[in-house]
Nanobody
């Protein structure tokens, strides 16, 4: 059992949608800022979206802007990443990470995130 767990990955056609979930049985995620990161083969990991713990402020990478949405459920137990208009460039392993310091705002750099999931594979076919 890892601190945070991602789910919802899979195979989807280009132009389709996918919703990823981030949960934890160990951490109370409402106390943490949550970031979504992805890593494609041969590329370094990049932050694509994040949401702060208290204010709910969000940030997005340019690659995710207008296509992806990060949000929490009503009980703030789960963090979702809704991905629309997917294309093959979105193919990657997607990671959820938790930051104990991202209270008012969040960032897409990895430094504040101390708890990481093992990743879920997202594959977009053409």
């Amino acid at each position: 059992q890892v601190p945070v767990v991602e789910s919802g990955g899979g195979l989807v056609q280009s132009g389709g949608s996918l919703r990823l979930s981030c949960t934890s049985s160990e951490l109370i995620l409402s106390y943490y800022g949550i970031g979504w990161f992805r890593q494609a083969p041969g590329k370094e990991r990049e932050g694509i979206a994040c949401i702060s713990s208290v204010s709910g402020t969000t940030s997005y990478a340019d690659s995710a802007k207008d296509r992806f949405t990060i949000f929490r459920d009503s009980e703030r137990k789960t963090v979702f990443l809704q991905m629309n208009d997917l294309n093959p460039d979105d193919t990657a392993v997607y990671f959820c990470a938790a930051s104990p310091t991202s209270l008012k705002a969040c960032e897409l750099g990895e430094s504040p995130y101390g708890h990481w999931g093992q990743g879920t594979q997202v594959t977009v076919s053409s």
